[in-house]
């Protein structure tokens, strides 16, 4: 182990803090148990740079994972654990590792000393504390010290190489303001919307049209995959003793092993006494949300075959032990199923390209209006058109628009548009063409701005240097030429 620690002992707060964190580990466990099994380590799990990596390496670099999942969430893990894919949090570290390693990229002993040295986790009075960090190593991470210490030694070296793209990143004074004031000015704008629904109205198509329209646009008609599961789930809560965490840990697994090697989890389940439920057939589209499953074990579920027992996968609810019983893939809807879809479908089509046409004249128009004192009444001149002008709440770029709804394209035109410029061109909307003009801004509040500027700063720092890594890491995947054989027939067919 290396050689960094200085005090000892442990209070009742931290003590907590590791029976928390313990329970945690438990969760992000499963995602490793489910490659562990040690029959299965000459598998290959995938390639990268045409290089083998084979399911023993594969599970280092998710045990990696796995503890900086921890060491980055510490007690809030299980608030992010559901949304986290840690195969590919696995994966892209090994990417990040291998391209490292080829660019001649180490960490030294004193780096590692001093990384580990600082992580609050193993502090106590703001000092790294020896006896803390056996517990947590041991406890929560239950980890070997050198492991550990090997997996700290990679992620400084990532660290490292990441570092050259953000070392690039810089954001000016200007950057900084106009970046405030495009988030933070509210924006007013007048409007006219030609809703398309009405036109409908007064349009017919024949059957011979909707079968042509139902040929061009089959795929439109066509189902989601979807799944239908039996399912046993263990109750958790985050006040629940970790020892009582530990026994339904201990439960979840016997549940899985007793079905997976007999292949019926309602035999598993009833030997158990655990109740045994069923989903019913649903999409990942419309999953049935009672079930409380992780996302996950739903990606799993629909990448697995009927008779697949899945391995315990833990939500903020419970531990979720699941068997795939049904499997019926997306499939097109015959025609006289969705013959009134198509109807639909069809005259809103026709309604919309008419609404559009009405849009560019209204515009047109519009744009001929005189003004007065060097402004234009656009209000007046829809209603001189025969169409009702509306008005916008102020509201800032990216809020919700009253009867336009959520649309970049709107929000976008609206930042355009100027007293110099008023008028946007036509906008489609999820609702329908639209035309607006400026009507008025709020500017920022310049005292706030500077009481935030400094944050705000280091905000959009962070943002540019996000987009930087995600783009080096975008690159290096692209290079590698990533493919991963896990959870896909291949797994059981790439041995040496």
Same mark, same amino acid.
């Given at each position: 182990m290396l050689k960094l620690f200085r005090k000892k002992g442990l209070t009742k707060k931290i003590l907590w803090v590791i029976a928390v964190l313990i329970i945690l580990s438990f969760a992000l466990g499963y995602s490793v148990s489910r490659y562990s099994n040690p029959t299965r380590t000459n598998v290959v799990a995938g390639k990268v740079f045409g290089q083998t990596i084979r399911l023993k390496e594969f599970q280092s670099y998710l045990l990696a994972a796995r503890d900086q999942t921890l060491l980055t969430y510490g007690v809030e893990a299980e608030k992010f654990l559901p949304y986290i894919d840690m195969n590919n949090e696995a994966w892209t570290r090994i990417l990040l590792i291998k391209e490292a390693e080829r660019r001649g990229v180490k960490a030294l002993d004193r780096e590692v000393i001093s990384y580990i040295g600082?992580?609050?986790?193993?502090? +106590?009075?703001? &000092?790294?504390?020896?006896?803390?960090?056996?517990?947590?190593? =041991?406890?929560?991470?239950?980890?070997?010290? +050198?492991?550990? &210490?090997e997996a700290i030694r990679d992620q400084i070296k990532i660290g490292k190489l990441l570092q050259t793209s953000v070392g690039r990143v810089s954001v000016s004074e200007q950057t900084i303001r106009e970046e405030y004031i495009k988030r933070n000015r509210k924006l007013q704008a007048g409007y006219v919307l030609i809703d398309p629904k009405p036109l409908a109205?007064?349009?017919?198509?024949?059957?011979?049209?909707?079968?042509?329209?139902?040929?061009?646009?089959?795929?439109?008609?066509?189902?989601?995959?979807?799944?239908?599961?039996?399912?046993?789930?263990?109750? #958790? /809560?985050? *006040?629940?003793?970790?020892? &009582?965490?530990? *026994?339904? /840990?201990?439960? =979840?697994?016997?549940?899985?092993?007793?079905?997976?090697?007999?292949?019926?989890?309602?035999? =598993?389940?009833?030997e158990l006494? !655990?109740? !045994?439920?069923?989903?019913?057939?649903?999409?990942?589209?419309?999953?049935?949300?009672?079930?409380?499953?992780?996302?996950? !074990?739903?990606?799993?579920?629909?990448?697995? *075959?009927?008779?697949?027992?899945?391995?315990?996968?833990?939500?903020?609810?419970?531990?979720?032990?699941?068997?795939? #019983?049904?499997?019926?893939?997306?499939?097109?809807?015959?025609?006289?199923?969705?013959?009134?879809?198509? +109807?639909? +479908?069809?005259?809103?089509?026709?309604?919309?390209?008419?609404?559009?046409?009405k849009a560019i004249d209204i515009r047109a128009a519009l744009a001929k209006t005189p003004s007065a004192e060097g402004k234009t009444d656009f209000a007046a001149a829809t209603r001189n058109l025969g169409y009702t002008p509306k008005e916008t709440p102020f509201f800032a770029v990216g809020d919700y628009i009253p009867e336009i709804g959520l649309s970049e394209d709107f929000n976008t035109a609206a930042e355009t548009a100027s007293e110099k410029n008023p008028l946007s061109d036509v906008v489609i909307t999820a609702k329908g063409p639209v035309i607006l003009w400026y009507e008025a801004v709020q500017p920022i509040d310049e005292k706030k701005f500077e009481e935030v500027k400094k944050d705000f700063a280091l905000t959009l720092y962070r943002e540019e240097s996000s987009k930087a890594v995600n783009s080096v890491v975008k690159e290096i995947r692209a290079r590698a030429k990533l493919e991963s054989y896990l959870d896909k027939k291949t797994v059981n067919k790439n041995k040496s």
């Open positions: 600082h992580i609050p986790a193993f502090q +106590r009075d703001g &000092e790294f504390d020896k006896q803390l960090y056996k517990s947590i190593l =041991a406890h929560v991470f239950r980890r070997d010290a +050198r492991e550990f &210490e109205k007064d349009i017919s198509a024949s059957d011979a049209d909707l079968q042509t329209y139902y040929d061009a646009h089959r795929d439109t008609f066509k189902t989601s995959d979807t799944i239908n599961a039996q399912y046993v789930k263990l109750a #958790i /809560n985050e *006040k629940m003793p970790s020892a &009582e965490h530990q *026994k339904l /840990n201990q439960t =979840a697994q016997a549940v899985y092993q007793k079905a997976t090697a007999s292949g019926d989890l309602a035999a =598993a389940a009833k006494n !655990l109740e !045994l439920k069923e989903t019913g057939l649903f999409s990942m589209d419309t999953p049935n949300l009672e079930t409380g499953w992780s996302l996950e !074990l739903l990606s799993q579920s629909f990448d697995a *075959k009927p008779g697949t027992v899945l391995a315990p996968s833990v939500s903020p609810t419970g531990i979720t032990v699941a068997k795939i #019983i049904d499997h019926q893939p997306a499939s097109v809807q015959p025609f006289d199923k969705v013959k009134e879809q198509v +109807r639909e +479908r069809l005259l809103l089509d026709k309604a919309t390209v008419i609404a559009k046409q």
